[in-house]
């Protein structure tokens, strides 16, 4: 068949993990990055409060390990965990040297804290720190002649042969044409698939379709029982997806019920810093026992000044909204933040498939556990782009001389039905969040398999019909990635971190990931 691009490595998706990956990549190789909606739109792009690192002399890499595990409730993998937290303070340097410029007092990075970290260690761009490094790194990766940019590229599947990866096929969304991408590796970074919820933090980009690709492809996904739930994103009929930095927390921010009282002290001494989970539950807790629409976050007792050059998108936003945050508590609910599960991978973010590599949320790389801590994430980007460029820059490279299988669209006819595509969506979204959500138990998780199981047939019979569209490619692969989050939850007869079911309501001993392969 014909093959529209060939790349030594082919990169699906340009947040922070694909990028990085992109421009550690050896300049003698060629590079493709694909994004399928904009090349900065992506979680990363958003990320407010920071990136965690040992920067202070008072801190070490043992207690940046242990709060980590301690948060993942003992599930993460030590010795990948160490891996990334030695390699944290290289990261934060190899992001100022891409341009980033952290925020200072005097001579010293401005530290602060979140959730689950007993030191200050979170580096920040004041609330734009995922912004900062979008920007610094796309212009990095322009400098670099053997990368290509293409934005408006929606990769549908991946081409598996003979259980090797070799490449993609692709939606170019201005043509509408699925073409051919092939490629000696292939690096997963489309993130995470938060979308599966009906409120969320992330962007529209988040809605797994590497996990989809890599289960399809025959890819072990792990432990995707555990969706973060952010405990504060902003309640208001026009504020989308609008996060309220946990940084707000780190710097004293106290939660309120609608009555001005505090709360928190009855769920766990650490206050507005234990970690998300135990957050999260108290305020979904407060809400369903009192009937409350939201609960309150009050900050309006710091200078407003100060507020205003320390978080300036939070103050300008809420602004825009008619909320003075310096002089009123923000209305605030749990969304769904954070996909910890994904493509298992090891240190060198190899998948079990030859010549397919995972980095970022898309990625299971056992460093969050049953709960990720705060600023741990754009770490876990920065650090396994670089082991994974690392190795592909030191291995041995197929030959890609062989019969790639051709694209078949024979029988497909474009769609007089989109109606049936936008109503799937919705429903899938809704059952995510009404019956796998913050608290979950058997009855629910059991109806949640039978619904989620019943559009993945629909959808399958859908797809084999119509024309693929970017919202058939993301209704697909929110459907399968919605099923596996079942699974994996419906598995897990304990709960932990994350993962709180009222009919398993104790930790168990043995610590076990939960593995889905397609059957
Ligand atoms: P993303 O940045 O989400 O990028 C995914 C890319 O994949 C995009 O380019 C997208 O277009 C592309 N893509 C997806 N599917 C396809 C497809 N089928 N074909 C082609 N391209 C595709 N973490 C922290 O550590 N610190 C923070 O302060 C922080 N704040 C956050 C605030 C918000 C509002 C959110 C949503 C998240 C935050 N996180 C934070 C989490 C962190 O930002 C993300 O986990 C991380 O940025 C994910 O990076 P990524 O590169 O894996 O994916
Ligand atoms: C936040 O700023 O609250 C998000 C931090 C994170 O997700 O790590």
Not at 6 to 12: C, K, T
Not at 38 to 64: R, T
Not at 486 to 505: M, Y
């Amino acid at each position: 068949m014909s093959i529209d691009f060939q790349f030594d490595v082919l990169i699906i998706g340009s947040g922070a993990a694909g990028l990085m990956s992109a421009i550690q990549l050896s300049e003698k190789l060629s590079v493709g990055v694909i994004a399928k909606d904009k090349i900065l739109e992506g979680s990363s792009y958003y990320a407010q409060g920071g990136i965690s690192a040992v920067l202070n002399p008072d801190d070490s890499f043992e207690s940046h390990i242990t709060d980590t595990i301690n948060t993942g409730f003992h599930l993460g993998n030590e010795n990948s965990i160490r891996f990334m937290v030695e390699q944290a303070p290289k990261a934060i340097k190899d992001l100022e040297k891409a341009g980033v410029k952290f925020s200072i007092i005097g001579n010293r990075y401005d530290l602060t804290t979140e959730g689950g970290h007993s030191s200050n260690r979170v580096a920040h761009v004041a609330d734009k720190t995922g912004q900062s490094i979008q920007i610094n790194l796309l212009a990095e990766a322009k400098k670099h002649k053997n990368i290509k940019l293409l934005e408006e590229f929606a990769a549908v599947d991946l081409i598996v042969n003979e259980k090797r990866c070799y490449g993609a096929y692709v939606l170019d969304k201005n043509t509408q044409e699925i073409i051919t991408f092939s490629s000696k590796k292939t690096i997963l970074a489309t993130g995470g698939a938060s979308k599966s919820y009906l409120y969320t933090s992330n962007p529209d980009t988040s809605t797994g379709d590497g996990i989809a690709m890599a289960y399809r492809a025959g890819c072990e996904i792990t432990n995707m029982e555990f969706t973060q739930f952010h405990p504060t994103c902003l309640f208001h009929p026009h504020a989308k997806s609008f996060l309220i930095s946990e940084t707000l927390r780190g710097e004293g921010a106290k939660l309120l019920l609608p009555s001005g009282e505090e709360f928190m002290h009855k769920y766990d001494e650490r206050l507005e810093l234990a970690p998300r989970d135990i957050v999260a539950r108290a305020i979904d807790n407060e809400m369903k026992v009192h009937g409350f629409d939201c609960v309150y976050l009050d900050f309006s007792f710091k200078d407003a000044e100060w507020i205003k050059s320390r978080f300036p998108t939070i103050t300008k936003r809420c602004s825009e909204l008619g909320i003075d945050i310096s002089k009123e508590a923000l209305p605030v609910v749990p969304a769904a933040h954070y996909t910890c599960g994904g493509v298992s991978t090891n240190i060198d973010a190899q998948t079990d498939i030859p010549n397919l590599y995972a980095v970022g949320e898309v990625a299971h790389t056992g460093v969050h556990g049953a709960n990720r801590m705060a600023s741990n994430s754009l770490l876990e980007c920065i650090v396994f782009a670089k082991s994974c460029a690392k190795h592909i820059n030191n291995s041995s490279f197929d030959d890609l001389s062989h019969e790639i299988p051709q694209w078949d669209d024979s029988r497909v006819a474009p769609s007089q039905e989109k109606v049936v595509i936008a109503h799937l969506w919705h429903e899938i979204r809704l059952i995510m969040w009404n019956f796998v959500g913050i608290v979950r138990n058997n009855n629910r998780l059991k109806s949640a398999y039978f619904k989620i199981k019943q559009i993945n047939k629909e959808v399958d019979e859908y797809y084999q019909v119509y024309t693929v569209t970017e919202d058939l490619i993301e209704l697909r692969n929110l459907a399968q990635t919605s099923k596996i989050i079942v699974e994996s939850a419906l598995s897990r007869k304990e709960s932990r971190g994350l993962h709180f079911n009222q009919d398993f309501p104790n930790q168990l001993k043995e610590k076990e990931n939960t593995v889905i392969t397609k059957s």
